[in-house]
């Protein structure tokens, strides 16, 4: 089975520009989430997308945005690209299972991320 | 806000020994999920263990195993018998159990090294 599939894999992009990520979750899961995880750091959530509604929201500004197709992939959008861009995009897809009590247990599997670089 | 941290930023072995990987988090939920996943070079984000939070019993996966302190809000990682395929970026991370995102809060990450 395929796994969760990201694209492009390397961007260089110029400031003040727009760019778009692509991700294709794992067939039968219904949640993507993306993550920017700069040089050095750990990733930070930036969206997740269930049943193409938005569940969560990250501190990034709205220079930010994503949506989720019918077919469960998604888009995420950068606007007016800054330097401090620049970064690996993560995309992780889960397959959401609620859980007595109302809670949801999932496993977030990840795709190879896009390397994006704001020059 | 969840945070989670990683005070070791670089650890070593040496190839068939034994490391720990240290982890602490914050929260005032009982209920959530803690993970540790394994960043090769390759970028790839790889799920190694998962402790629920209500389970007393720790995890183990094969050579990885934890030692969950619920009460110090402790969260380690045990490797026995490290093998060169164990060296890459580790993160620890936090999920609460309920609210409706799956957000994941990670620490800053051990950059594990095994030396042959």
């Known amino acids: 089975d395929a796994g969760v599939t990201q694209s492009p894999t390397h961007l260089i992009k110029t400031r003040g520009q727009h760019v778009t990520l692509r991700c294709s979750p794992i067939?039968?899961?219904?949640?993507v989430s993306w993550y920017q995880q700069v040089l050095g750091q750990g990733p930070q959530f930036i969206f997740q997308?269930?049943?193409?509604?938005?569940?969560g929201r990250g501190n990034f500004p709205d220079r930010f945005s994503a949506r989720q197709f019918p077919n469960y992939s998604s888009e995420l959008n950068v606007n007016a690209l800054l330097l401090g861009d620049s970064a690996l995009y993560l995309c992780?897809?889960?397959?959401?299972?609620?859980?007595?009590?109302?809670?949801?247990?999932?496993?977030?599997?990840f795709g190879q991320g896009t390397r994006l670089t704001v020059v | 806000a969840q945070t989670v941290t990683q005070s070791q930023p670089e650890m070593s072995v040496q190839e068939a020994e034994t490391v720990t990987l240290s982890c602490t988090y914050d929260?005032?939920?009982?209920?959530?999920?803690l993970f540790w996943y394994k960043q090769p070079p390759s970028r790839q984000m790889i799920l190694v263990i998962r402790?629920?939070?209500?389970?007393?019993q720790n995890a183990t996966e094969n050579r990885f195993s934890v030692n969950f302190q619920k009460a110090a809000k402790s969260f380690s990682l045990k490797i026995s018998d490290s093998q060169l395929g164990d060296a890459a970026m580790y993160f620890c991370?936090?999920?609460?159990?309920?609210?409706?995102?799956?957000?994941?809060?990670f620490g800053k990450g051990t950059k594990l090294t095994v030396n042959p």
């Open positions: 997308y269930y049943e193409k509604e938005e569940r």
């Open positions: 929260t005032s939920e009982s209920d959530y999920y």
């Open positions: 067939s039968g899961h219904k949640s």
């Open positions: 402790q629920e939070a209500y389970k007393q």
């Open positions: 991370a936090y999920r609460r159990a309920r609210g409706g995102s799956e957000k994941l809060v």
């Open positions: 992780a897809s889960s397959l959401v299972v609620v859980v007595a009590g109302g809670g949801s247990d999932t496993e977030a599997f």
